[in-house]
């Protein structure tokens, strides 16, 4: 889909209505009444409201989705049924691919051309992946022994709660949506307060597409109002959560609280990104390493923040990585004329303008960046930095900042490079740059995170499995393995000698 900027001023131009939570597909106010403003992160203005809902509006939209699961409307319709309809719901996401990309960005501050991709269309794409898995995946016969029929049933586990983040809503929430929906489980989602609007779009288009009433809920608010009433729910029987690791950590305590509920976890990073003299392409590894980082200003989950550049190299490959950065223009998200759009939230500025200040106290090396840009629009700006000749002692090479911020060192054998990939808390993406074919299969080996990219940086793609080792999560999104989340496995123990 090519982008016009007539089209995108059109959108951007339209108000967009105070909106209600979405409940037994129809528009529903919290039942306190209350509203939470939407600020703009392009100029930090109010430009519509969601339902500040609580605990009651929690257990209202649970209580319907048991309903509508006991009913049997969507886990017994026939397979090849529930693929036509999720099907259709992808054809309804890509014919409004544009006005869902440009509500998303007013909401969370993407540069349009990254959410259109990596929104809209990527949803569409994952519903698609899950609805033609429905019909092609049973269950099992077992090997036991003659006069037994041991079976293994695959069933939905019944009611999901799903919390997700705001940096990609649409990718993020189809990822648990799509397969939860897909073995025929009825869902609450809660969106994150900062990226609402293009959630509650996108379970309206599911209404449409004819996903049965109370199939899908969307229930808005704050995190540890609505999440927690989520996560401490009596009647959800598996949460899946997209988000930080202090959030996680309280969701497996709801649970160990509650009913002892399933709780799946996609965290934080603070990946690694590994530069041999001997990469193939070192230009394309300096364009790559800006793009891993200062995409969605640094707020993508497996951006590489700490680069680790092999000694020979250092100066050269890191003053090859700032021409890069020192390209991009940041700016409004909405004007195809920028590269980068803005911050998500007044928070997330704060946070990274406080970490880049705290690097220069500890004695980093500021490369390029290190400023909060177009100040006067009101928008939530930050340049892409980059801080050379960091040390494991400082906060720039251990905190997550989700901000555009790297932080690079130099190393000098292969094995201290992976010591040095490996020293941090988390373990959820990585890259590594040789030419030598066995040096990319001991990296694979060697690091310790639940992706490893060799000679690229791909980004996201629902055939391979997400997924996160130490405080990173646990779990799987994407692949067909996201499938077994949303399952209980039934084993069935049949006697044939009677
Ligand atoms: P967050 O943890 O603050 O919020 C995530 C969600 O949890 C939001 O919907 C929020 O409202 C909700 N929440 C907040 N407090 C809660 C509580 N007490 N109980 C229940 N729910 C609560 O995260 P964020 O700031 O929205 O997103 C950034 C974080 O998400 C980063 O750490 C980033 O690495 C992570 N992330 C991970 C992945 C992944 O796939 N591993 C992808 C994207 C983002």
Known sequence: MRLNQKDIDHLRAQALPARENFIANAWRPAENGRKLDVISPINGKV?????????????VAVRIARKAFDSGVWPKMAPADRKQVLLKWADLVEANALSLAVMGVRDNGTEIAAALKGEPLAAARVIRFY??????IGGEITPTRAGILSLIHREPVGVVGAIVPWNFPLMIGTWKLAPALAVGNCVVLKPSEDASLSLLRLAELAAEAGLPSGVLNVVTGEGPIVGKA?????????????????????????????NMKRVYLELGGKSPNIVFSDAPDLDRAARDTADSIFRNSG????????LFVERAIYNDFLAAVAAHA?????????????TTGAMANARQLEKTVAAVKTAQEQGARLVTGGVRLHELSGGYYHAPTIFADVSTRMEVAREEIFGPVLAARTFDTE?????????????LSSIVWTASLARAHRAVAA?????????????????SPLGGMKQSGNGYDRSLYALDKYVNLKSAWIDLSG
């Open 47 to 59: 430009f519509t409201s969601i339902a500040a809902s609580d605990a009651s509006d929690v257990d």
């Open 131 to 136: 609805a033609e898995a429905i019909d092609k």
């Open 230 to 258: 989520l996560g401490l729910h009596m009647d959800v029987d598996v949460l899946a959560f997209t988000g930080s690791g202090p959030v996680g950590r309280k969701l497996i305590e709801y649970s160990a609280r509650s």
């Open 299 to 306: 707020q993508v989950c497996v951006s590489a923040s700490r």
């Open 326 to 338: 020192e390209t991009l223009r940041v700016g409004d998200p909405l004007d195809l004329a920028n």
């Open 415 to 427: 094995s201290e490079a992976y010591v040095l990939a490996n020293e941090t808390v988390y373990g």
């Open 447 to 463: 690091i310790k995170s639940g992706i490893v990219q060799v000679n690229c940086y791909t980004g996201a793609d629902v055939t």
